[in-house]
């Protein structure tokens, strides 16, 4: 059984950092390719940044500049940091893990799921 567990959310004002922490149970977490999704009220959920087990990484177009996604195999941790948050970053954010090959971007394509954290930006 493979359990993810978010942390790091809050309330921030517009400007301000934070940094997501994923915590992935499990023997094989060093070969899952993790991602970081966010869900805002009233839209679909997307992949923000996708990480390998070698630390090849892949990020949707919006996040390019502001996110960093990283990991740590020796703890099972996977982190994604956001600088300049901004009120449109508002969104409930998903770790996810993949067992297969490749960053995808589809929900669909993760075969677990954490509980998400909310982040909320105040302008």
């Known amino acids: 059984q493979v359990q993810l567990v978010e942390s790091g959310g809050g309330l921030v004002q517009a400007g301000g950092s934070l940094r997501l922490s994923c915590a992935v149970s499990?023997?094989?977490?060093?070969?899952?390719?993790m991602g970081w999704f966010r869900q805002a009220p009233g839209n679909e959920r997307e992949l923000v940044a996708g990480?390998?087990?070698?630390?090849?990484?892949r990020y949707a177009d919006f996040a390019k500049d502001r996110f960093t996604i990283s990991r740590d195999n020796a703890k099972n941790m996977v982190y994604l940091q956001i600088d300049s948050l901004q009120p449109d970053d508002t969104a409930v954010y998903y770790c996810a893990a993949r067992s297969s090959v490749g960053i995808y971007t589809r929900t669909t394509d993760y075969d677990y799921w954490g509980q998400g954290t909310q982040v909320t930006v105040s302008s």
């Open positions: 499990g023997r094989a977490f060093s070969s899952y390719v």
């Open positions: 990480i390998t087990p070698a630390h090849s990484t």
